[in-house]
């Protein structure tokens, strides 16, 4: 499968836990993006890389979230002390920086603050 | 005023119909526009990607964007039942920047 990858699909957490989600991009892609998408919205742009440096993060991403991505593949998104409002599915894309820069989405990590 | 505004429906259709989903935008510095299919439970799945004005044709899908009415469209011909989905525009004004998305619209076809 060349496809984007996320993991874990689903996670449940308590309130005030810490979570990490991590996605493998499509191998030659050199961008990677995080988005979070809540019922009924479209995806919210949180932050994105190009390669190992990040070059963009939203003003939604509060000092609680903290994206990684070591040697420029795979990322990891971090939520430390969870919150309610947390809870959304959050989408991993990539694209190539060459060209028209189609993103290509993962399934999704999905996200349940009890 | 969001950047993106889409009508999320729901829309109902019977199969065989045409479908017409659309969205505008208020910032006119996007020249890159995309539309997605998504599913419930599921990750966005590219569609269509245009640049600029104009037309974009792909089997039963044309993409049309007129850049001076800040309005795009997405057209489904002979629709069918697996075309049920959500449909996500999305918009940038460079390649590489993040992209803007609308709220979906929600659609149904009825066999």
């Known amino acids: 499968d060349t496809g984007v990858s996320q993991d874990p699909r689903h996670k449940i957490t308590k309130r005030g836990q810490n979570v990490t989600f991590r996605c493998d991009p499509i191998?030659?892609?050199?961008?990677l993006y995080w988005y979070r998408q809540t019922l009924g919205q479209g995806p919210e742009f949180l932050t994105y890389?190009?390669?190992?440096?990040?070059?963009?993060k939203s003003r939604l991403l509060s000092d609680r979230f903290s994206a990684e991505r070591p040697k420029g593949s795979f990322s990891t998104l971090e939520i430390q002390r969870t919150e309610q409002g947390d809870s959304a599915m959050y989408l991993c894309a990539s694209s190539l920086f060459e060209g028209i820069g189609e993103l290509f989405f993962g399934e999704g990590s999905r996200l349940t603050v009890l | 005023q969001k950047e993106v505004e889409q009508d999320p429906g729901p829309l109902s259709v019977p199969e065989g119909a045409i479908v017409s989903l659309n969205c505008t935008y208020s910032?006119?510095?996007?020249?890159?526009f995309m539309w997605y299919r998504q599913y419930s439970r599921k990750g966005p799945e590219l569609l269509m990607y245009?640049?600029?004005?104009g037309n974009k044709e792909d089997g039963r899908f044309t993409a049309q964007v007129d850049k001076s009415s800040k309005y795009i469209s997405l057209f489904i011909r002979d629709s069918q039942p697996s075309d049920s989905a959500t449909y996500l525009c999305?918009?940038?004004?460079?390649?590489?920047?993040?992209?803007?998305f609308g709220t979906g619209t929600s659609l149904t076809v009825i066999p």
């Open positions: 910032n006119s510095a996007f020249q890159y």
């Open positions: 890389f190009q390669n190992e440096a990040q070059l963009e």
């Open positions: 999305a918009m940038s004004p460079n390649t590489g920047n993040q992209f803007y």
């Open positions: 191998s030659e892609h050199n961008r």
């Open positions: 245009t640049y600029s004005s």
